[in-house]
Structure formats: structure tokens, C-alpha cells
């Protein structure tokens, strides 16, 4: 294409080089702003008739233009061209040839650098609040879960070394108020990016008595920006959508290990659904937990995207560089990677079978409720330290002998401590440990029922 046909070529002679055309087009991604872009001139062109700027019939044309243009897309027969390097430009030109000439008044007051802050900042905030939703049904789903299974005993470990018993349902609510903050995270975010930078110009403003407060107002922004050089110049709010979308994707990680190890043959806590793994062609035992594994392999691609656009925008000075449209790419991957996987995430866990059985008797392994002798020596008056040593030799001889703690017999007790008889062995079982640990966040049943009870209060009256 010539460059005299395109929006910006008035002073040039020579046509744009073909690899630097591609090289400079963002069509091909940007076009999934399309809507966005819609939106921002409809509102834009409705002002500029408000404040007298164009005419009635003006207006009126551009914006039937534009839901012209609006079938288009969603009819998918747009004329996408690269040659017009990206969607705003690809709008713009498609306008003129439906209107005419007046279509060229679409951006009185306007720069691009203000248009594509405009549609990036609509789409970023409505994929946070996509996210935020997403979330919601997975947040529903840990507890319900954690009440589905209600009453199931595993190991809690510390180091991946069995520590002390703990309640399914606690392992839940854990996600439960991680998946919380995830929700918060992405809602503080879109909260934070809620103001329109319409309006901004090129960067430093326009001339032109124009409304910003109006634009703001009809695109669903709380408010306009207060500086033009930040509104084209600033990227945090992609950054801060990333870095939302990184923390969440760690947390799909972590669940994501465990339940691939959970699921192993050497654990065998948990039965994945046939829906949601994966045979092999050669192996024919084999169930793989692909979902999990590339939800943790995946978690590696959205701390790249992150990392990618912190260190497109560290060395730009203000305000808009063309750096910036390196921006689209990561967030779009990052959005489309969560949500495919919180999809997932909601819809494998409920059709997981734990094995209570092997849970329960895992938990019972390695000695898991020595803290439970050492903090029954402790009540009866022994400082914690002395109980623990004493305690811990109990555990070596029983280690030594091959044997668990419930059998050490009355005499070995009392010659460990004369605290100590076979009524302090009552402490030692799986369901005396859990059943003790009643302090408020602990994994008594008790403590997670109230847990799960506020956690469903909360999600009614959030
Ligand atoms: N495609 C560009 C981007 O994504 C739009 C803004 C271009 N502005 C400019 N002055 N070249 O950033």
C-alpha cells in the first residue's frame, strides 16, 4: 500500500519497506481489541457532538458506520489488512470507505496513543474481572469439596516429610483462602486501572474544549486520568494484571504438585477422573495427570509473560514509545493460559476420588503425632524442650525396633519419664491429633467446620 493512503502518510514520499511493514504491524494480535476500539470511538465521536465539536448529522454517520463496522466483526467478514499495521488504523480506513470523507473526523481530538491506551486498559479490566469470576466458581468448588469430604484424614507434611495429621477438608480450605486472594488481587487491580485515559492526546493533551469526564463516564470508568503524559505513558495497570495472573498461576502450580504426586502409585491418596488424564501409547497401565502437569508447566510461560513486558516497559522514557505494543501479546497469553486452567481446575476437582482409607493410614506413618506425646508430657508440667527430647528418643528406639508409637509398652514409658504411662498413648492416634488441634485456624473438625461455614457466608454476602 501506498503510504499516501494510509492515515499517517502525508509527508511521506517513499513507500514503508515491506519487512518493515510487517515488522511494525500488530494486527494480527491487536484485532482481539476490536471491540474495545469500537466502543472507545462511539463514545469519543457522541462527545465531540455534545460539546458542539461536530455536527448532529456527523455524529450520526460515524457512529452508524460503526456498528456497521460492529456486524463486520462479528459476522467475521471485516477486511483485516496488515498493511494497515493495526486495528485502530484497520478501523479507521474501513470507516472512510463505508461514510466517506467525513469519517476523518473520528479522530478530532484524538491520537492513537490515547486509543490504544483507552482499548488495552477496557480489555485488561474486563479480563480481571473475567479472571475474578473464574475464580469464584473455583474458590465454590474448594468448598464444596472440603464438605464433600468432610471427615477424611491425611498426612500435613512440612519438608514433604509427614508431619502431623490433618483434616482433607483443611487442605481445601487452604486453597480456598488462597484462591480468596487471588479474587481480591485481580478486583484491587481492576479497581485501580477504572479511569479512563481518553482524552490524553498524543501525550500532552489536545486544544480542543473536549469532555473527558463524559467518555469516562460512558465507557464505565470511575473517573478520567489526571495527567496526560502518565495516561499514554504508563503500562503498570498490564503489569499489575500479570503479576495478579503470575501469583494465581504459582498457587495452580502448588495444587497442581501435589495432586501429581498425590495421584502417584506410591502415594495413592486420590483416583484422577478418566475425564481430565491421559494414557500412554506404549504403557498400557498408564493415567497421567496431564492437566496438572501442564497447569505447573504452563505457570513457567506466564512468569515469562510477566517477565517479558517488566522488562519491555523498564527502559522507555515518557511518554508513549513504540515498545509498548509489545504489551498485547504476554497479557492475552497469560489471560487466555489462567482462565483455560481455573476452567479445568473447577471442573477435575470435584471428580476426584480420595482414598480414605490409604490417606488415613499415611497419616498414621512417620511418626506423626509425636508432637501430641510431647505436648502431653508438656501439660503435666514438663517444659516443652525436656518433653521433646524425651520424646524424640522414644521415637529413635521405636525407629530402631521397627514399630509405632502406640506400641511402646507401659515400662518403656515410665522409664523414659515417670510422666509417662500407657494412658498418654490416648494422644497418639490420627483422630486424637486432629481432634486436638482446636486453636482458632487449626484443623480440629470443629475449627473447619466454622471455617467452611464462614467461608460460605462470605461467598453469599461477599
Ligand atoms: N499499535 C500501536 C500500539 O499497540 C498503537 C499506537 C501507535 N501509536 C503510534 N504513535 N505509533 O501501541
Not at 270 to 299: C, F, W, Y
Not at 363 to 392: C, I, K, M, N, W
Request: glycine share 6%; aromatic share 8%; charged share 25%.
Amino acid at each position: 500500500m501506498s503510504n499516501t493512503k494510509k492515515p499517517w502518510g502525508g509527508r511521506f514520499e517513499a513507500p514503508t519497506d515491506k519487512l518493515v511493514e510487517a515488522f511494525n504491524a500488530s494486527v494480527d494480535f491487536d484485532k482481539r481489541l476490536v471491540l474495545e476500539d469500537i466502543a472507545g470511538s462511539k463514545a469519543h465521536v457522541s462527545m465531540l457532538g455534545a460539546v458542539g465539536i461536530l455536527e448532529a448529522f456527523e455524529v450520526q454517520q460515524i457512529l452508524d458506520g460503526l456498528e456497521n463496522i460492529l456486524k463486520e466483526v462479528e459476522s467475521d467478514v471485516f477486511p483485516w489488512r496488515t498493511e494497515l499495521e493495526d486495528v485502530h488504523m484497520n478501523v479507521e480506513t474501513r470507516l472512510k470507505e463505508l461514510i466517506g470523507a467525513v469519517a476523518g473526523k473520528l479522530h478530532t481530538a484524538r491520537s492513537r496513543n490515547d486509543q490504544v491506551a483507552l482499548d488495552f486498559r477496557l480489555w485488561v479490566k474486563k479480563a480481571c474481572l473475567r479472571m475474578a469470576h473464574k475464580l469464584e466458581v473455583l474458590r465454590e468448588v474448594m468448598v464444596s469439596e472440603a464438605e464433600r469430604n468432610f471427615g477424611t484424614i491425611m498426612p500435613g507434611y512440612t519438608h514433604l516429610q509427614v508431619a502431623q495429621p490433618i483434616l482433607l477438608s483443611h487442605w481445601f480450605m487452604a486453597y480456598f483462602e488462597m484462591f480468596n486472594r487471588d479474587i481480591s488481587r485481580f478486583y484491587d487491580a481492576a479497581n485501580r486501572m477504572n479511569e479512563s485515559p481518553l482524552g490524553a492526546g498524543a501525550l500532552a493533551g489536545t486544544p480542543w474544549q473536549i469532555d473527558r469526564f463524559a467518555t469516562a463516564k460512558k465507557l464505565g470508568f470511575a473517573a478520567p486520568t489526571r495527567n496526560s503524559l502518565d495516561s499514554v505513558g504508563s503500562r503498570d495497570f498490564a503489569l499489575e494484571f500479570l503479576s495478579a495472573t503470575s501469583i494465581c498461576m504459582a498457587t495452580l502450580s502448588r495444587i497442581s504438585e501435589e495432586l501429581i504426586l498425590y495421584s502417584s502409585f506410591e502415594f495413592g491418596f486420590v483416583i484422577l477422573p478418566d475425564s481430565h488424564t491421559t494414557g500412554s501409547s506404549i504403557m498400557p497401565q498408564k493415567k497421567n495427570p496431564d492437566v496438572s502437569e501442564l497447569a505447573r508447566g504452563k505457570a513457567g510461560r506466564v512468569f515469562g509473560d510477566l517477565m517479558a513486558l517488566l522488562t519491555v516497559v523498564k527502559g522507555t522514557p515518557l511518554a508513549y514509545n513504540k515498545d509498548f505494543q509489545e504489551d498485547k501479546e504476554p497479557v492475552f497469553d497469560a489471560a487466555d493460559t489462567l482462565e483455560v486452567i481455573l476452567q479445568l481446575y473447577a471442573q477435575m476437582l470435584p471428580k476426584c476420588a480420595w482414598q480414605t482409607e490409604t490417606t488415613k493410614l499415611a497419616a498414621a506413618r512417620g511418626y506423626s503425632t509425636a508432637t501430641d506425646l510431647a505436648d502431653y508430657l508438656a501439660r503435666q508440667g514438663v517444659p516443652f524442650r525436656d518433653a521433646h527430647e524425651v520424646v524424640g528418643k522414644l521415637v529413635g528406639s521405636c525407629v530402631n525396633t521397627k514399630r509405632q508409637l502406640w506400641e511402646l509398652t507401659a515400662s518403656e514409658l515410665e522409664q523414659a519419664h515417670p510422666k509417662l504411662s500407657l494412658a498418654a498413648l490416648e494422644v497418639v492416634t490420627v483422630e486424637a491429633s486432629v481432634n486436638a488441634r482446636t486453636s482458632y485456624g487449626g484443623t480440629a473438625p470443629i475449627r473447619v467446620q466454622e471455617a467452611i461455614e464462614a467461608a460460605r457466608k462470605s461467598i453469599q454476602n461477599p
